[in-house]
């Protein structure tokens, strides 16, 4: 019998044996009797109904063979309080020949992403066509083990909130770019920082961090990195550094609030049966926010060369002089921009209220702003859409939920409760904080984040049924501190990364994965320590 993947639907908190049997004529040769081949493993079903896939790698003497005989998959529910001799329960059974590469396409998926990340850290080729490449070698390896999904399936996989936030929000940037409001802001902050470069390197970071909170960490950037590449421009310095700065503390801002990045969003909406509401991600996330954003700003100075970001900004008393230069050069368009923007963002903050995707927001505010500004000019809005970002995060989802079908991403969660429950009782939720929290940066920094979140939500409500002694809380801050500070540790972490890395090839500057690296990497681990302690402290230490 060959590699098979079944997919077993069942109730909560039921036991399931799963063995194969061979039907045998009976002494009277009117009924048929079933012999046991072999048991293939018993499963307990810890979460709400939902599919469980059962995978079972026969080894060469588990070949089950018979003249001209059936043999019979059997799955046996156990006991369970909702059942009862008459009661019918739904299972399915799907079977799914795996071929020659069954026992290996863990692995296999593992190669084509370390391949995938190589392509985009080497720049061998552009970041977009490396992730495209990436995904259709995903596909074909689903297609090796009869799993291929259907177009339909695919683009599901495509996260289409992500990508419509973008659009209609890279629209509305584009608009406000041309009325001169970026100009004013920029020589805002040019006096501000008072002619220090890391006085403004600090304000740009302290900025982003705040409005991340509140707002999400792409569009925060979106605002703020237009504003940053003028600066730049007027003060003649190199932009990578504060490009890079905002963007890591745009992901560090974003931890603070259930809003402010997608993983907060994903454990919100997975918890939220259990008890965890918007309040409680402040009350909990924000105070170690705020002393991660405190010791990482002293770091900047060591992850850049310290005469691009310390010192005196050169020429700065001319520069001022240029002040009258730089003033609003379309007041009826910034009015008009100014008001869809600043619902568009009011509608972002009342999402806890109103929980309407963000993604109709900013859609219905692009679509509502070119109507009053340029109905007959759409050329021109279309032109301020970033389509090789899109196309990236397109490609990027698929890849990623691909390997996660193939069972990658469940064989991390996988590890992680068979460490936790291997440990002894009084040091289970100290291992246990450690393990998620920098399980889930590392796996964070390369991979994306949201499906990983989605995966491990079901595994901390698996390891507090599991009765070992865990408690949620703990479990799910970690979780969001690891996958959100996580995106810092490279280019393709997080969304907002590659956000920026967008608007800097626009302007004519390349953030590459490499340049990113040096500088986030060292962030992530210093943010996750802090956190970690922070974590430990309060949940081991106070309460």
């Not at 998926?109 to 080497?122: D, K, N, P």
């Not at 929000?169 to 409001?181: D, P, Q």
Request: overall charge negative.
């Amino acid at each position: 019998m060959s590699e098979g993947v079944w997919m077993v639907t069942a109730l909560p908190r039921l036991a399931a044996q799963v063995y194969l049997e061979q039907a045998s004529p009976g002494d009277d040769h009117n009924q048929t009797s079933w012999t046991l081949l072999g048991s293939i493993g018993s499963y307990k079903m810890k979460e709400e109904t939902k599919d469980y896939f059962l995978t079972f790698y026969p080894k060469e003497e588990d070949e089950y063979r018979s003249a001209g005989g059936t043999v019979r998959l059997v799955v046996a529910l156990g006991e369970h309080e909702q059942l009862c001799d008459d009661t019918a329960v739904v299972t399915g059974v799907h079977i799914h020949q795996l071929g020659v590469i069954g026992k290996a396409q863990t692995w296999i998926a593992l190669v084509i992403l370390l391949g995938t990340l190589g392509m985009i850290a080497s720049e061998v080729v552009h970041r977009t066509l490396a992730a495209m490449l990436g995904s259709f070698m995903v596909l074909t390896l689903l297609l090796l083990v009869d799993r291929v999904p259907d177009i339909g399936t695919v683009v599901e996989w495509v996260d289409e909130g992500a990508l419509a936030l973008l659009f209609g929000m890279m629209i509305m940037i584009g608009k406000l770019s041309t009325t001169g409001f970026f100009e004013v802001i920029t020589f805002t902050m040019i006096e501000m920082c008072g002619g220090s470069k890391f006085r403004l390197i600090t304000i740009l970071c302290a900025t982003t961090a705040v409005l991340s909170a509140f707002l999400d960490n792409v569009t925060t950037v979106m605002l703020v990195a237009p504003v940053t590449m003028q600066l730049c421009d007027v003060l003649a310095m190199d932009p990578l550094p504060f490009l890079i700065s905002l963007t890591l503390y745009s992901n560090i801002g974003g931890t603070a609030t259930m809003i402010g990045d997608p993983p907060n969003i994903i454990v919100g909406n997975g918890l939220e049966s259990e008890g965890i509401g918007f309040l409680d991600f402040m009350i909990n996330l924000a105070p170690g926010v705020i002393i991660i954003s405190f010791v990482c700003i002293g770091l900047i100075p060591y992850l850049f060369p310290r005469h691009k970001v310390m010192g005196a900004i050169e020429g700065y008393d001319s520069v001022l002089e240029l002040k009258k230069d730089y003033r609003i050069t379309n007041w009826p368009l910034l009015i008009r921009t100014g008001v869809v923007l600043g619902v568009v963002i009011l509608g972002f903050l009342l999402h806890p209220l109103h929980h309407v995707n963000p993604a109709w927001i900013a859609l219905l505010g692009a679509v509502g702003l070119i109507m009053i500004t340029s109905p007959h000019e759409l050329h021109h809005d279309f032109e301020a859409v970033e389509w090789d970002t899109l196309i990236f995060f397109a490609a990027l989802f698929v890849m990623v939920e691909g390997l996660a079908e193939v069972g990658l991403i469940r064989a991390i969660g996988d590890i992680l409760v068979s460490i936790i429950a291997s440990v002894e009782e009084t040091q289970r939720l100290t291992v246990t904080i450690m393990l998620l929290t920098w399980v889930s940066a590392i796996v964070s920094a390369f991979l994306d984040n949201i499906p990983y979140t989605a995966t491990m939500v079901p595994v901390i409500k698996q390891l507090v049924d599991e009765d070992l002694g865990l408690e949620l809380h703990p479990l799910a801050w970690s979780l969001c501190f690891g996958a959100c500070l996580g995106g810092n540790g490279s280019l393709v972490g997080a969304s907002a990364n590659v956000v920026v890395a967008g608007i800097a090839e626009k302007y004519g500057h390349h953030i590459s994965f490499i340049d990113f690296l040096k500088a986030g990497f060292p962030m992530m681990i210093v943010s996750v320590t802090v956190a970690s302690a922070y974590l430990l402290l309060v949940w081991t230490v106070i309460l």
